[in-house]
């Protein structure tokens, strides 16, 4: 079992905040391709409005996604265990995100653990996602 | 911002009245992390590192199978309302290769109260090891299809 590196972060630390987007229309139709979701509420004004928006929102799972490059740009040495978010309020087409987390506790057995708070923000400061990680410590791959 | 959620809530009444609470399960599926697909899906969704690895939402995307979406579709309850995210999570015991071939459990599970579909799938490889679980949960919206004034 690997200990914690002596750089482990600790309960408190924060995770510098990084952008995403802005999600143009043509942004949701490729993720609509590569991920199979092509709910109508991400790509025809007529069904967001349908549905009491006032344009079609960015994929939840789209934004979502983007935890994984911010968790991973911060640390290397991590294995992303479990990852959760609830979708709070929607972002529309043309906006982007801000993403940022905290270590919300640390755990060194039995093994090095940490959970993070993560926090996705609509252009409007909104808050969009409320997630959760939990990440383990692994020896990092070479790049 | 807020009206699909004050929408929602006030109209759901009107989502249409499940058969069962019961869960429903699928036959396996048998799914394959191909390489131009993990490419892909690496390229929209803001992955900086190569791609000799699997993101981890990219299981979410099995949810557009036709086995899987039809049973979507069937049970949020036809053309007069649509499938809202509400919420997601995806658990790990492993990470997914590239070029792997996994196996799909799905079970399905439809409430009234509230209108909400949550779909939990398991990701194992063809010995029956789990390597990840996801949860999906759906709220059911009724569309509101009057022309608009």
Redesign the interface.
């Known amino acids: 079992m690997e200990p914690a590196p002596p750089d482990w972060p600790r309960a408190g630390d924060e995770i510098r905040a990084r952008s995403f987007g802005p999600f143009a229309r043509e942004a949701l139709a490729r993720y609509a391709a590569v991920s199979g979701d092509d709910n109508p509420l991400h790509l025809d004004p007529n069904a967001a409005r349908a549905a009491g928006l006032a344009g079609p929102p960015v994929h939840g799972m789209l934004m979502l996604s983007c935890f994984e490059p911010l968790i991973m740009g911060w640390r290397r040495d991590l294995f992303i265990a479990r990852l959760s978010g609830k979708f709070l309020r929607p972002v529309l087409t043309g906006e982007g995100i801000r993403v940022s987390g905290r270590v919300m506790r640390r755990r060194d057995v039995p093994r090095p653990e940490l959970t993070l708070r993560l926090i996705a923000r609509a252009q409007n400061n909104d808050l969009a996602i409320l997630g959760e990680a939990t990440v383990l410590y692994k020896i990092p791959r070479p790049l | 911002?807020?009206?699909?959620?004050?929408?929602?809530q006030s109209r759901e009444e009107m989502a249409p009245e499940p058969s069962a609470d019961a869960p429903v399960s699928l036959p396996p599926i048998r799914v394959r992390t191909g390489a131009g697909?993990v490419a892909?899906?690496l390229?929209?969704?803001?992955?900086?590192?190569n791609g000799d690895f699997v993101?981890?939402?990219f299981p979410?995307?099995?949810?557009?199978?036709p086995a899987i979406?039809g049973l979507i579709l069937q049970l949020i309850g036809g053309d007069g309302f649509?499938?809202?995210?509400?919420?997601?999570?995806?658990?790990?015991?492993r990470?997914l290769r590239v070029e792997a071939d996994y196996v799909l459990s799905v079970e399905a599970r439809r409430t009234a109260k509230p209108p909400r579909l949550t779909l939990k799938i398991a990701v194992s490889t063809g010995q029956g090891e789990i390597c990840a679980q996801l949860e999906t949960v759906l709220r059911i919206?009724p569309?509101?299809?009057e022309p608009?004034s």
């Open positions: 911002m807020k009206a699909l959620h004050d929408h929602a697909e892909g899906f390229r929209e969704t803001g992955g900086a590192r993101p981890l939402t979410f995307r099995w949810l557009a199978l979406r649509l499938p809202v995210h509400e919420a997601q999570s995806f658990a790990y015991e990470e919206v569309l509101n299809l608009a």
